[in-house]
């Protein structure tokens, strides 16, 4: 008895470990064959598909692609011919004009928000109703009604940034030190603007959030408002990443909000735990996040590449691939040196 109570202790603290990797090589398979699947239609020869880092576990051969697992299972590849270095093959990768090239690097970031719609659209589909950013109804005492906030404005903007989705309206109440923020209202047709709009807070993890006091109408689901708040809500969580990236480089966000695959880890392991939507939602968010970061116009990323691939279309002539590969290598030592940082606050906040 004493036995089968440790073996089941420890499978319910090993699955959703399992899980969460699970899940994270998915992202990163739905990445990879985004690289893959825009070669292969833009006539680019790969030599391997790779999931994972580091020693293969096990590989085959299709008719001229290697396709293997690895043993680290946070990353992959999709090695094209001529991608790193010069070639005479035709098919490589380098041969081929500015734009293939182009569509080749961007897919994988298309995958994943493609990817991310469908989990969007999976969570949304039992649902009968969706949130709106118009006010319903005002909580017993709230602040906000005194600071002119009325039953019935359709929230628009607020401190100067679009809001679209519910999504959108809980980000720009997140991190705000005095609970004070800007606002523009549409009411009775009319854009109205609203300062200095006052709303009580709270603590969460270092973080000051406005605790919203208000309700907001319910859409009602039909087929046209599923598929609208599912793109909607796609296109929020990109806008959401690059808002993110802007908040942590203006200081907004300190480093302590940021998770590397560790955390991401732990965090898809708790959402598994808790229930599918909930998994679904979160994984959408993050393969979301995987894709527009991968965009970001840093050395040894995607958006990397895409730089020096628009310098090639506007000047008509490519930068040296010894360059370019100079340029990637020292970006990635970095990148890695982060990724390292990150990964050892994500350890040693997995034991505080």
Not at 93 to 104: G, Q, V, Y
Not at 191 to 200: N, S
Request: aromatic share 12%.
């Amino acid at each position: 008895m004493f036995i089968y109570l440790s073996v089941l202790t420890l499978w319910n603290k090993v699955w959703p470990i399992l899980v969460a990797i699970l899940v994270f090589l998915f992202m990163i398979l739905v990445h990879e064959f985004g690289h893959f699947l825009m070669a292969k239609l833009n006539g680019v020869r790969v030599n391997e598909f790779a999931i994972g880092f580091g020693p293969t576990l096990f590989k085959w051969r299709g008719k001229e692609t290697r396709y293997s697992l690895r043993a680290v299972p946070f990353g992959g590849f999709c090695a094209m011919e001529g991608e790193d270095t010069e070639s005479n093959d035709e098919r490589a990768f380098c041969n081929k004009k500015p734009w293939r090239r182009f569509l080749i690097i961007i897919g994988g970031a298309l995958f994943n928000v493609l990817f991310g719609f469908i989990l969007i659209m999976i969570v949304l589909m039992p649902e009968k109703y969706y949130a709106s950013t118009i006010v319903a109804k005002f909580d017993e005492a709230a602040e906000s009604s005194n600071y002119g906030l009325q039953v019935g404005d359709r929230i628009v903007k607020v401190d100067g940034r679009n809001i679209y989705t519910f999504m959108d309206l809980m980000y720009s109440f997140t991190n705000v030190p005095d609970g004070t923020v800007d606002m523009v209202v549409i009411r009775d047709g009319q854009k109205v603007k609203l300062g200095d709009v006052k709303f009580p807070t709270k603590e969460e993890q270092g973080l000051t959030l406005i605790n919203m006091d208000f309700k907001v109408q319910a859409v009602k689901r039909t087929p046209l408002s599923f598929l609208a708040q599912s793109a909607k809500a796609t296109v929020s969580y990109v806008r959401i990443v690059w808002f993110s990236v802007i908040d942590l480089i203006t200081g907004r966000y300190g480093l302590s909000a940021v998770s590397g695959p560790v955390g991401v880890t732990a965090a898809i392991g708790e959402a598994a735990k808790t229930n599918l939507p909930t998994l679904l939602n979160l994984t959408a968010i993050i393969t979301i996040n995987l894709g527009v970061c991968n965009l970001l116009p840093l050395p040894a990323l995607d958006g990397g590449r895409l730089i020096f691939i628009l310098i090639e279309m506007i000047f008509r002539k490519p930068v040296p691939k010894k360059y370019e590969s100079i340029v990637h290598a020292i970006g990635l030592m970095l990148l890695l040196g982060l990724i390292l940082i990150i990964t050892l606050k994500d350890i040693l906040g997995l034991f505080s």
